[in-house]
C-alpha cells in the first residue's frame, strides 16, 4: 500500500525558515515526479513546486525565490526549503507523488499534509 507522509511543519515567525519532507513507499514503480500543493482557508489548493525524477523543477511564480524543492531519489524523499516565511505562506502544505506505472499510465498519490504557520 502507497504511503505519502509528510513532516516539518509548525509555528514560524514572519522571517523564519522551514523545513518540509515528504517520503513515499510501498510502491516498486519509479516515481516520475515530486510535488508540493498548499491550501490556505478559503482558498483553492494551489501548486507551489515540483520536481522530475530527472531534476527539472517548476514553482510558483510569486514565490520569487523564497523556496526550493529537492529531492533524494533513492529515498523516494522530497523537500522543501522555505525561506523568508510570510503570514500569507500559512498554509495546509501537501504532497503529490506520481508514479509512472508504464509509457501511458501513471497513479498520482496524495499525503495527509502539514499545516504551515507563520505568525509573530
Known amino acids: 500500500q502507497v504511503q505519502v507522509v509528510e513532516s516539518g511543519g509548525g509555528l514560524v515567525q514572519p522571517g523564519g525558515s522551514l523545513r518540509l519532507s515528504c517520503a513515499a513507499s510501498?510502491?516498486?514503480?519509479?516515481?516520475?515526479?515530486m510535488a508540493w500543493y498548499r491550501q490556505a482557508p478559503g482558498k483553492e489548493r494551489e501548486l507551489v513546486a515540483s520536481?522530475?525524477?530527472?531534476?527539472?523543477?517548476e514553482y510558483l511564480a510569486s514565490l520569487k525565490g523564497r523556496f526550493t524543492i529537492s529531492r533524494d531519489n533513492g529515498k523516494n524523499t522530497a523537500y522543501l526549503q522555505m525561506n523568508s516565511l510570510k503570514p500569507e505562506d500559512t498554509a495546509v502544505y501537501y504532497c503529490n507523488v506520481i508514479f509512472s506505472i508504464d509509457t501511458y499510465t501513471d497513479h498520482s498519490y496524495w499525503g495527509q499534509g502539514t499545516q504551515v504557520t507563520v505568525s509573530l
Open positions: 510501498g510502491s516498486t514503480f519509479s516515481i516520475e515526479e
Open positions: 520536481i522530475t525524477r530527472g531534476g527539472r523543477t
